[in-house]
């Protein structure tokens, strides 16, 4: 057996109490991962568990808000303990920013009218709090075997398809927070793969596509499982597989 399959995967997702995440751990868990539940209510990340642990899996939870260091660092410390490393780790928590409101149909996030701190706190989620939770467990994974990090961007971070005349944007608002702050964590992806190379981790960013969940008021036409199917796919790769990559179900996605 190879030293990458000799033990049995250990995979953390934030903001898996929901939605996406959610759906995330439970295909990672019937692929055989155990699975380690960040929520910022450890009652909601608890009961995820209890879920995942009621199909036969192994499953637990940590209270993780990825804007607050205290739980970050305290949730590395857990799985440290528990775990002694980390094999897969999954930034999937994000915002919106305009609550249930879909980013490219929200008039708050339109550029010249926007909150300015409405922007800061959408990018203290869904990037700052990326690095912060990164860094963090970044240790645990230098002691896995098989280094897999999946960042949850969207098509609305594609630069690409925005300025698109016949892209899947033109008829939708533009978004100074949400939209700017998925392309900022693409961005932010190839500099940790491009840092992390070196040392076997594969690096990548993925876009769910549009899944009916809280965050777009339940108006995407994916289900969970769909969405998540990018996802766990890059968040199991063989070492061969790519890194610094961006892609969708149907293949990569442009810059
Ligand atoms: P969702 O159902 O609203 O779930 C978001 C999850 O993130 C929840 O568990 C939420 O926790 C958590 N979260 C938010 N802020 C957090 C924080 N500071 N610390 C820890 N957890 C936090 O939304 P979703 O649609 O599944 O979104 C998941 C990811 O997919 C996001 O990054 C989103 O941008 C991305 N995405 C979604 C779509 C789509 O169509 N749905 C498309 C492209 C990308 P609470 O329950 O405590 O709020």
Same mark, same amino acid.
């Given at each position: 057996?190879?030293?990458?399959s000799?033990?049995?995967?250990?995979a953390?997702?934030?903001?898996a =109490?929901?939605g996406i995440?959610?759906?995330?751990?439970?295909q990672?868990?019937?692929?055989?991962? @155990?699975? %380690?539940?960040?929520? +910022?209510?450890?009652?909601?990340g608890?009961? /995820?568990?209890?879920?995942? +642990? &009621?199909s036969?899996g192994?499953?637990y939870s940590?209270?993780?808000?990825?804007?607050?260091?205290?739980t *970050?660092?305290?949730a590395?410390?857990?799985?440290g303990?528990?775990f002694?490393?980390?094999?897969?780790l999954?930034? =999937?928590?994000?915002?919106?920013?305009?609550g249930? *409101?879909?980013?490219?149909?929200?008039?708050d996030?339109v550029?010249?009218?926007?909150?300015?701190?409405?922007v800061? &706190?959408?990018?203290?989620?869904?990037?700052?709090?990326?690095?912060a939770?990164?860094?963090a467990m970044?240790?645990l994974?230098?002691?896995?075997?098989a280094? +897999?990090?999946v960042n949850v961007?969207?098509?609305? /971070?594609?630069?690409?398809?925005?300025?698109?005349? $016949?892209?899947?944007?033109? &008829?939708?608002?533009?978004?100074a927070? !949400?939209s700017?702050?998925?392309?900022?964590l693409?961005?932010l @992806?190839?500099q !940790?793969?491009k840092?992390l190379?070196?040392d076997?981790?594969? %690096?990548n960013?993925a876009?769910p596509?549009?899944? $009916?969940? $809280?965050?777009?008021n339940?108006?995407?036409f994916l289900?969970?499982?769909q969405?998540?199917? %990018?996802? *766990?796919?890059?968040? @199991?790769?063989?070492?061969?597989?790519?890194t &610094?990559?961006?892609f969708?179900?149907?293949?990569?996605?442009?810059?």
């Amino acid at each position: 057996m190879s030293e990458e399959s000799a033990h049995q995967k250990v995979a953390l997702v934030t903001g898996a =109490n929901k939605g996406i995440g959610r759906g995330v751990a439970e295909q990672l868990s019937a692929e055989g991962m @155990t699975v %380690v539940i960040g929520a +910022r209510d450890p009652l909601r990340g608890e009961e /995820a568990a209890a879920a995942l +642990r &009621a199909s036969g899996g192994e499953a637990y939870s940590v209270t993780l808000d990825v804007t607050d260091q205290v739980t *970050v660092r305290e949730a590395a410390k857990q799985v440290g303990e528990r775990f002694g490393r980390l094999d897969v780790l999954i930034n =999937n928590a994000g915002i919106t920013g305009s609550g249930h *409101v879909s980013p490219q149909d929200a008039h708050d996030q339109v550029p010249s009218s926007v909150d300015l701190d409405m922007v800061r &706190a959408v990018f203290e989620t869904n990037v700052f709090g990326v690095i912060a939770v990164t860094n963090a467990m970044l240790p645990l994974l230098r002691r896995s075997p098989a280094r +897999r990090v999946v960042n949850v961007s969207s098509h609305a /971070a594609s630069l690409a398809l925005t300025v698109d005349p $016949d892209g899947p944007f033109t &008829a939708l608002l533009p978004s100074a927070a !949400y939209s700017p702050s998925k392309s900022a964590l693409t961005a932010l @992806t190839v500099q !940790y793969a491009k840092e992390l190379q070196q040392d076997g981790f594969l %690096v990548n960013v993925a876009a769910p596509g549009f899944v $009916d969940t $809280d965050s777009n008021n339940h108006t995407g036409f994916l289900t969970i499982a769909q969405g998540a199917t %990018v996802v *766990v796919r890059l968040a @199991t790769l063989g070492a061969d597989g790519p890194t &610094a990559g961006f892609f969708s179900e149907e293949g990569p996605v442009p810059w």
